[in-house]
């Protein structure tokens, strides 16, 4: 069953530390994968995403691990600064761009 | 950059009565969504709109619930007779045609709908 409450996993990282959040994915078939970045008040900002086909993908800043075998994904975010402070969820997908399910979500705090 | 943008931010209504929640996507988008986040939980998806219909829905999209897009801009998501579970936040999302393989879902800023 889906595991929901009120309150999420915390990471707190000191200001020009790496970051590393985690996420298990329960549906092997998925073959997309987003990670999304939720601050308060506001929707879900896209950050990066993976297909299936690969097991890392870079941005700025911003690196996306893909394990199928265990099916985990991790969200690596270097040099981590005060604006990174947020709710960070990753999301996958099945069937072409419809029913994102997303995760549990993340809290990160970066400390000064 | 464009953006999904939703109206009202907040929307209080009475049990029972009716609400309807707006959205406009990415003008060139052709997918437009409804998730459903409730406070402190994760974000829940509704439906799928494409081509002028719904493509896909969850258990959540009842017959309490109907989107619609009225125009060549708006889409809107409709509850007919609201409940006090219906109190969450409300996100519109739109995505590119996904032919060319998985599409990112860009999101608004939300409708925070209380119910009373």
């Known amino acids: 069953g889906e595991s929901v409450g009120l309150h999420l996993p915390t990471l707190s990282v000191q200001e020009g530390d790496n970051s590393i959040i985690n996420c298990a994915y329960s549906?092997?078939?998925?073959?997309?994968f987003i990670w999304y970045k939720q601050e308060s008040g506001k929707g879900p900002q896209f950050i990066i995403d993976i297909r299936s086909n690969m097991d890392k993908r870079q941005g700025q800043r911003v690196t996306v691990l893909l394990n199928k075998t265990v099916k985990h994904l991790s969200l690596q975010i270097a040099a981590t600064q005060p604006g990174d402070s947020a709710v960070y969820f990753c999301a996958e997908n099945n069937n072409y761009g419809q029913n994102f399910v997303f995760g549990p979500g993340t809290r990160l705090s970066v400390l000064p | 950059e464009p953006e999904v943008t939703q109206t009202p931010s907040h929307q209080v209504t009475q049990m029972g009565q009716e609400v309807i929640l707006r959205c406009v996507p990415i003008?060139?988008?052709?997918?437009f969504y409804w998730y459903r986040q409730i406070l402190g939980q994760k974000v829940e998806f509704l439906v799928s709109f494409y081509n002028n219909e719904i493509s896909e829905k969850s258990e959540i999209f009842d017959d309490q619930f109907s989107v619609e897009r009225p125009d060549g801009s708006n889409f809107t998501l409709k509850i007919r007779s609201t409940k006090l579970e219906d109190s969450a936040m409300y996100f519109c999302?739109?995505?590119?045609?996904?032919?060319?393989?998985?599409?990112?879902?860009?999101f608004g800023d939300g409708t925070r709908l209380s119910i009373l």
């Open positions: 549906n092997s078939a998925s073959d997309y």
């Open positions: 999302a739109s995505s590119e045609s996904p032919d060319r393989g998985n599409q990112p879902q860009h």
């Open positions: 003008s060139n988008h052709l997918y």
